[in-house]
Nanobody, 124 residues
């Protein structure tokens, strides 16, 4: 059973930056497509970004294109979400999820493993 843990969340002012991390024992990006999701209070969870198991393909929601970047470390055991120029509407609980597939899933329901999430609050 794959366990994922997110870290790096916190409180930041609008225009600031945060880098989220997703990792877990026995986890390697080589065998999973990894997605980042967020959920604001009173809203449904939405997809933010995804990276394929090869790292060759990435996905970004239109709301974060040009501001967020998904990547892996050299050992390919950690997935990052670099978030720049943060906006108040980026506030929410950010979770990473893994799907044992080569390409990014078309639906969040295809992800098999989920982390508990880390809170990101963008406020002045």
């Amino acid at each position: 059973q794959l366990q994922l843990v997110e870290s790096g969340g916190g409180l930041v002012q609008p225009g600031g930056s945060l880098r989220l991390s997703c990792a877990g024992p026995g986890f390697t990006v080589d065998y999973y497509a990894i997605g980042w999701f967020r959920q604001a209070p009173g809203t449904e969870r939405e997809g933010v970004s995804c990276i394929s198991s090869s790292g060759g393909s990435t996905y970004y929601d239109d709301s974060v294109k040009g501001r967020f970047t998904i990547s892996t470390d050299n050992a390919r055991t950690t997935v990052y979400l670099q978030m720049n120029n943060l906006k108040p509407e980026d506030t929410g609980v950010y979770s990473c999820a893994a799907d044992p597939a080569y390409v990014c899933p078309k639906s969040l329901y295809e992800y098999d493993y989920w982390g508990q999430g880390t809170q990101v609050t963008v406020s002045s």
